[in-house]
């Protein structure tokens, strides 16, 4: 049996926005999650073409504003994190917590103090931080006074963001990504480039715009980051869903392979070659605009070249099938990224098709492309669990999932792959990002909240946290 690197980085992966809470306390501003509706319906609200970034407190809930109290509670948390044996967590600085606007010259100084303690209550257990210097979170007024990422003054503020926290972090954290599944402003750029219809999603020339912008921003944390310790490990994080075609017919070969670039390759290939693609034309030209429409210099793509991730980090939830020739398949509509329903496959309780094999083809295409250590930094399983009465939950099923997805990681080693580490998305239960609902649990930690706030928040031990015990306490050895 083929065993893990000695030093392999076990974990769990959490966001600032949907665990936190404390949004008004310690001089944080708002952040676009911190307008982002609750419900499964918050998608649906947030690309209307009326919506605008303003908070409706009688009309919607927030549940972001409140998180799972982590704010307070950090030392709870990562005390239990510890007694898993957590080898590393992922978490993110919450840009607004630093500048409460983005614009501003000078940092938050109790918004870097929380960070202070929370890094110091991870090293002291020995748990390597991985940060995310922006994961869905920017400010909101960025997106409300400067249109989102379209902007090129978000470089500035940007960079002087990851300056303050480079600077201030990088002799306890190696381990930095520099924006969250950055491609899938493809899809949905409400979450990674503050952009919704009214200011200016619905032009995919912008979202290309913001894109350029963002590589621009990350190059320049590279180039930080590296200035101040050349060991620093910096790297990008992308969503990969590996696609597959629906059947042998050229056209949809073709589609396949073009879904793949378009989608799973394109920012990576930006961000670790350090140069934009020989498809980039052929990309942008299918919807109406090409590459040198765009506004970028020489520098900047010197800059691009100079500074490419040291590794790819990316999430891996579902694959996605790609038919271009059938009219009449079935839609695989959980998928946040779209495509047909794979009859091979069974979903989750929100409709996300489960597929271990396609984490295994998604490992080997990335590092045979990029030849770069990879990161799996999500990976997980949204499903509603019940509690009994002594406070147990017997989630067998995330188990399983969750087992599955390790022998693919462990089959993907054997065939050659450079796996860093693991942390499984959620490790305690939070906000959904995609429903803004707690009841879509993934954790290993339950935590008393219901959908509608309600709740103890206490926190308590699922079956799967004794199960991920013994993973990391055996390096993977025994599942």
Known sequence: MTEFPKGFLWGGATAANQLEGGYREGGKGLSIADALPGGPDRFKIVTQPDFNWSLDEKKYTYPNHRGI???HRFKEDIALFAEMGFKCYRFSIAWSRIFPQGDETEPNEAGLKFYDDVIAECLKYDIEPVIT??????????????????NKSLIKFYERFADVVLTRYHKQVKYWMTFNEINSAFHFPVMSQGMVPSNGANQMQNIYQAWHNQFVASA???????????HLQIG???????????????????????????????????????????????????????????DWNDEELAL?????????????YMSSTVNETAVDTELASGNLIGGVKNPFLK?????????????????????????????????????????????QVDDGYRIDY???????????????????GYTPWGCIDLV?????????????????????????????????????????ESNGAKL
């Open 69 to 71: 109290d982590h704010y």
């Open 347 to 391: 979903a989750s309780e929100w409709g996300w098709q489960i597929d271990p094999v396609g984490l295994r083809i998604a490992l080997n295409e990335l590092y045979n492309r990029y030849q770069k250590p990879l990161f799996i930094v999500e990976n997980g399983l949204g499903a509603v669990d019940q509690i009994n009465d002594q406070h």
């Open 236 to 294: 990008c994080m992308i969503l990969y869903a590996t696609a597959y075609s629906y059947d042998a017919n050229p056209i949809n070969q073709l589609a396949t392979l073009q879904h793949n670039q378009d989608f799973n390759y394109f920012c990576g290939d930006v961000q670790v070659r350090g140069e934009y693609p020989a498809y980039t034309n052929r990309l942008m030209k299918q919807f109406g605009f090409e590459f040198n429409d765009l």
């Open 304 to 316: 691009l070249k100079q500074n490419p991730v040291d590794y790819i980090g990316f999430s891996y």
């Open 432 to 472: 959904s990002a995609s429903t803004g609902q707690m009841s879509k649990r993934y954790g290993f930690i339950y935590v008393d909240l219901d959908d509608a706030g309600n709740g103890t928040l206490n926190r308590y031990k699922k079956r799967s946290f004794d199960w991920y015990r013994m993973v990391i």
């Open 133 to 150: 210097i922006s994961h869905y979170e920017m400010p909101l007024y960025l997106a409300q006074h400067y249109g989102g990422w379209k």
């Open 402 to 420: 969750l087992r599955e997805h390790i022998e693919a990681m462990r089959a993907a080693i054997a065939d050659g792959v450079d796996v860093m």
């Open 220 to 230: 320049l944390s590279v180039k930080i980051g590296h200035a101040l310790d050349s």
